[in-house]
């Protein structure tokens, strides 16, 4: 039963930090265009430097 007083307030930080990280990347714009990549890695749009 000892156990339980150090395991419930772990599981509860590290959910608490799950959820931290997922809100952060939700404001640094990380779901913003899902499609977008995809479609740039399937375009034939050739962009040579000059030289």
């Not at 000892?2 to 990380?30: E, M, T």
Request: hydrophobic share 55%; no cysteine.
């Amino acid at each position: 039963m000892n156990i339980l007083v150090i395991l419930v307030p772990l599981a509860l930080l590290l959910g608490l930090g799950g959820l931290a990280a997922f809100v952060w990347s939700l404001h640094g714009k990380q779901f913003e265009d899902l499609e977008g990549a995809g479609w740039r890695a399937l375009s034939d749009d050739d962009i040579r430097p000059n030289g």
